[in-house]
């Protein structure tokens, strides 16, 4: 019953009209499913695999989901493998047979190890622990707290916008191995394993509102990100991506002081208010600063933010080893 469909055009299909009826908004089917192999060759491109997986009787699909099986440092100079589940989808006929529950737990027999590790991103934390996952260490109560930007209100963003550049989307080379150096450098401290950001997954969630844009006739989105510089030298950086659909601008990564990690949210949020978007700044992409901090930064500017919380939510993970949260750049 159990089937890895990856090869399987039919089933995988299937599989995409079945979640196209849930995740597709405003595109049609043909965009959702152009749209799909356009970030499929992102992340191909940088030798992360995606597969699919399905439960099937009689040719019929019960269940279905994704894997990406992305690079996972564990410091010291060893590697394992995280495996990210994600597209959990049961047709309205199959529901409530306890179909999900077999897919998820199938899933989760065929991957884990003592080394690697399954994580998820989920906003019914209680149904997946069944399965084994649970919510993040750190995270307190079941509350994964976020910065959240509605728009940057009365700042004087002409205030300092002069030390501040946008970046493009062809500009996170050195971004990313800043990054990468960030969380590293976590997991060499031994406060746990950490997903490698790398230009795949940098690329699907940043490419995925230039497709949408181009499907949707949007004007084109060129910030990625922005950096602060004081006398030719870098003081701080933020670089984020897009969920169109959900109306959210994540922050994938950033350094910098809380001072200057709030100058960059209000750019980004003069970005995200264009499109109509909200930004978000997750705990576990803060890297060295407290969220109240930078919230008392930003309410210093002028900015309409505030913090927030998801109740139960993500990110959870089935690991034996300690595990530091992947930040936005991990959203899959």
Known sequence: MFRDITNNKQLVQESL?????H??????????????????????????TVRN??????????????????????????????????????????????????????????????????????????????????????????????????????ADISSFSSSISFLGINDMTDIIELHRKQVFALADAGEGNVIVPNAGSYGQLQNRILIEEEYLNMSPTTEFGAVVKEDGELKAWMSWGFLLSYKKLIVMGTSGSSSDIAKLLIMASSVASRIGLHVHLFETTLVGNKLEDVLAELKKLGADAELKGR????????????WVGAGGYGWY
């Open 17 to 21: 009209r079945h979640s196209f009826s």
């Open 23 to 48: 995740w597709g908004h405003a595109l049609t089917f043909e965009q959702y499913v152009a749209e799909g192999e356009k970030i499929g060759k992102i992340l191909a491109d940088d030798n992360l």
């Open 53 to 154: 997986f399905a439960l099937v009787a009689n040719d019929k699909l019960l269940a279905s989901c994704e894997v990406l099986e992305r690079p996972l440092y564990c410091g010291g100079g060893k590697y394992a493998v995280d495996n990210g589940v994600a597209s959990v989808f049961v047709p309205d006929e199959c529901r409530r047979k306890g179909y999900a529950e077999l897919l998820i737990n199938s899933v989760v027999n065929k991957y884990r190890s003592s080394e690697n590790q399954l994580s998820l991103w989920s906003d019914v934390a209680d149904y997946y622990s069944r399965c084994g996952f649970r919510l993040l260490d750190g995270v307190k109560n079941k509350v994964h707290p976020t910065v959240f930007v509605n728009s940057p209100g009365s």
């Open 311 to 322: 109740e139960g939510s993500w990110p959870m993970v089935i690991s034996e080893h300690k």
